[in-house]
Nanobody, 126 residues
Framework: QVQLVESGGGLVQAGESLRLSCTTS????????MGWFRQAPGKEREFVAS???????YYAGSVKGRFTISRDNAKNTVYLQMNSLNPEDTAIYYC????????????????????WGQGTRVTVSS
């Protein structure tokens, strides 16, 4: 079992940046593939970015080139650096984890991740 706690959300203006953090506890962090998802009001939860145990990454088209996912295994933390934010990025951002299968695959579907944080709210004003 792993516990996840997100932080770093807030209110910013369009064009600004934020860095989200997700710190885990309970199990060896490097044994997990990690993902970031978001859910805007009235919309379904959607994939943002993922990083596997080897550091391979994958991004949703809407954030590619603006967002960067990274992990620090020594700190049991995964990050999401978000640049050039726009109002369409407004959502609650969730961190998710799945036990790795030690492959090169990266995962983008919510149902592939059994462990979730409580979310952190990001609001981007125009």
């Amino acid at each position: 079992q792993v516990q996840l706690v997100e932080s770093g959300g807030g209110l910013v203006q369009a064009g600004e940046s934020l860095r989200l953090s997700c710190t885990t506890s309970g199990r060896t962090f490097s044994d997990y593939d990690m993902g970031w998802f978001r859910q805007a009001p009235g919309k379904e939860r959607e994939f943002v970015a993922s990083i596997n145990w080897r550091g391979y990454t994958y991004y949703a088209g809407s954030v590619k080139g603006r967002f960067t996912i990274s992990r620090d295994n020594a700190k049991n933390t995964v990050y999401l650096q978000m640049n050039s934010l726009n109002p369409e990025d407004t959502a609650i951002y969730y961190c998710a984890a799945k036990g790795t299968m030690w492959t090169n695959d990266v995962f983008s579907r919510p149902n592939e991740y059994p462990y979730w944080g409580q979310g952190t709210r990001v609001t981007v004003s125009s």
